[in-house]
């Protein structure tokens, strides 16, 4: 199995290693898989109902026939309105869930979590997302952040798996955003437009932000404490730097899956075979994510720079997502620029993956069928 002769391993043996400057050609032309195109599920979107039609124009244009939206709302609160969209877009755009976590400190947050779980499943509504502010922003009565894994916060996820909707879990962010914002760091591109992503030295409390290490360590500790829950690791796991520590949760958790949204420049970094071989022995376990956001303003892809992105560049956000699972080009151009400027191989996937990670694992974990042609 992958993780044995991964896990296995000496640390330099399962480290990323350095892309190829960004500009060099790739040594391989792309080529597509054989036997047609595969139709795609993206489980992880952030579309505004304002701006359905260009969402689904551009889902459309690159074969995506069904999309996940993790901006859905809650009842009262926009799931009505994106019950609506679902209907009006023949089923191509459905949505997940929302809580206010903020109502934690309220005596009743449990009451308000159930019924707020049961109500989202009755509409429509396909599983639950959970942001990072649990663990980088959300803070209890006496100021302190609050983790990942506090039991006060147990009602939510057993709610969840007893009620049949997965829970998309964002916990922490890329390590350098936990290291300081200066010229060299490689992601400053991204946290000059963006400071308020650095969780380095205090945060707003006057407390230490959490180290990248204990915000895994929580999230591996919520997946852990509730088996009968399905957990999908948002952003490769949260871990996209580690893919060997990936590899681990999802050995040792049954109930555990992955996404790949706003991550293939992480993971694309390292090896290709070792990637390769990750996706293969992994191929019921991953499931397809780009983190496109769409609203009135213009497009996030993946992340956002000085200004929204272009129908133009979304056309190489969603190819070189392509390229790289298809391919075994060399020294391409990752899908997302402002985070990082360096270059990726293609893992060049048999058919077989790549039906599961495009559609059929997101069909099993959702209960999702594809949409009518």
């Not at 640390?11 to 036997?35: L, Q």
């Not at 679902?86 to 005596?107: E, T, V, Y």
Request: hydrophobic share 40%; glycine share 10%; proline share 8%.
């Amino acid at each position: 199995m992958f993780c044995t002769f991964c896990l296995g391993m000496p640390a330099s043996g399962c480290s990323p290693r350095r892309g190829r400057e960004a500009g060099k050609p790739a040594e391989n032309a792309p080529s597509k898989p054989d036997a047609g195109p595969i139709p795609k599920i993206d489980v992880h979107l952030h579309i505004d109902p304002a701006a359905a039609s260009e969402a689904l124009a551009i889902l459309a244009e690159h074969g995506i026939v069904l999309g996940l939206n993790a901006s859905g709302g809650e009842p009262g609160r926009g799931l009505e309105t994106s019950i609506e969209l679902a209907a009006r877009s023949g089923g191509r755009l459905l949505p997940l869930c929302n809580l206010r976590f903020s109502l934690m400190i309220d005596p009743a947050f449990a009451e308000y979590a159930r019924a707020t779980l049961e109500r989202c499943k009755q509409l429509g509504g396909k599983g639950l997302k959970v942001s990072k502010f649990v663990g980088l922003g959300l803070t209890d009565e006496t100021g302190a952040l609050v983790p990942v894994d506090d039991a006060r916060l147990d009602v939510v996820f057993e709610s969840a798996g007893q009620l049949g909707l997965p829970v998309l879990l964002h916990s922490g962010d890329p390590k350098a955003f936990f290291l300081p914002n200066q010229p060299e760091n490689e992601r400053h591109d991204e946290l000059r437009v963006h400071p308020d992503w650095s969780f380095h030295g205090l945060a707003p409390n006057g407390q230490a932000w959490p180290s990248w290490q204990a915000l895994l360590e929580q999230f591996e500790a919520r997946v852990a404490r509730h088996p009968r829950t399905t957990f999908m690791g948002a952003h490769f796991g949260n871990a996209a730097e580690e893919p060997e520590r990936v590899a681990r949760m999802l050995a040792k958790y049954p109930n555990y899956v992955i996404d790949t949204a706003a991550r293939v420049p992480e993971f694309g970094r390292h090896p290709a075979a070792w990637m390769r071989s990750f996706f293969i022995e992994f191929q019921d376990r991953v499931l397809f994510g780009s983190d496109l956001g769409v609203g009135p303003s213009g497009l996030t892809l993946g992340s956002g720079g000085d200004q929204p992105g272009t129908r133009a560049e979304s056309r190489l956000f969603f190819e070189r997502h392509w390229a790289y699972f298809e391919t075994s080009a060399r020294g391409m151009a990752h899908p997302t620029p402002i985070q990082g400027r360096w270059t990726v191989d293609g893992i060049g996937l048999p058919r077989a993956a790549l039906e599961k990670l495009y559609h059929r694992n997101a069909q099993r974990i959702f209960k999702l069928e594809l949409p009518a042609k």
